[in-house]
């Protein structure tokens, strides 16, 4: 995986490492990096399929995907003494949950907080009649695109950049959709579950439910906006990360 560190500052006390959400890239975390200094150094995950890496193939299953983003992120796991946190969007937030389970099994550093957004807790079944997105014809595709409201219109309105985006959404939605949760103990880290108050798609009932997966300290954040409330109320997200990641004494 490509890593990706807007503004160094190895003398930040925590490294924030953010994994991002269906069909993205960097680009929507960016803007959290002065946000967060100097408090926090932001490293933001670069899967295949998108932005520089656009040639590769993506993975299609987490099975795959979080074995092998262990290996690759395990110099950027190890940040000697200072504190580590996951923060993860949507997709980001299954990924950033599963790779901590991975990290338990096999003995490695956890973070020391988990903040996942706008995800329902991985135990949350999909409700009766959801409409799996990976396997949707293109039309209903972008409907379904427009609908999350997260998407520029300028592309889903070009057939040669929808024909450069959709596989790797497709796959990062067969990523998610096909993912089983497996019952293991609740992680020691803390966990901060933020959503959109507006999000039709993870109500806000459905971000609480993350409580279950912590023995540590669990905080429920919900802000203005949809799915991508991140966009919305980017300011104020930033200062609950940054109350957050006080409570690791940063």
Known sequence: MNLLTPQENPDAPVRVVCFPNA?????GYRAFAPLLAPAAELTIVRLP??????????????????????????ECLDVGTRR?????????ALVAFELARH?????????D?????????????YPP?????????EDRLVQ????????????????????????????????VET??????????????????????????????????????AFRLRLFDGGHFYLDESRPRVARAVLDDLRSLGV
């Open 23 to 27: 069909g993205s890239g960097a680009a």
């Open 49 to 74: 399929g998108r932005e520089a890496r656009i040639a590769e193939e993506p993975h299609r299953k987490l099975t795959e995907l979080v074995p092998r983003l262990a290996e690759e992120l395990e």
């Open 84 to 92: 580590l946190a996951f923060f993860g969007h949507s997709m980001g």
């Open 103 to 111: 990290l338990r099994r096999s003995g490695h550093r956890l973070p």
């Open 113 to 125: 907080r988990i903040i996942a957004s706008g995800r329902p807790a991985p135990h949350v079944p």
């Open 129 to 137: 009649g959801y409409e799996f997105v990976h396997s949707l014809p």
């Open 144 to 175: 379904r695109l427009r609908g999350y409201s997260g998407t520029p219109d300028e592309l889903l309105e070009d057939p040669a950049l929808l024909r450069m985006f959709l596989p790797t959404l497709r796959a990062d939605f067969e990523v």
């Open 179 to 216: 993912y089983e949760y497996q019952p293991e103990p609740p992680l020691p880290c803390a966990i901060s579950a933020y959503g959109g108050m507006s999000d039709e798609e993870v109500p806000p009932t459905t971000v609480a439910s993350w409580a279950e997966h912590t023995t540590g």
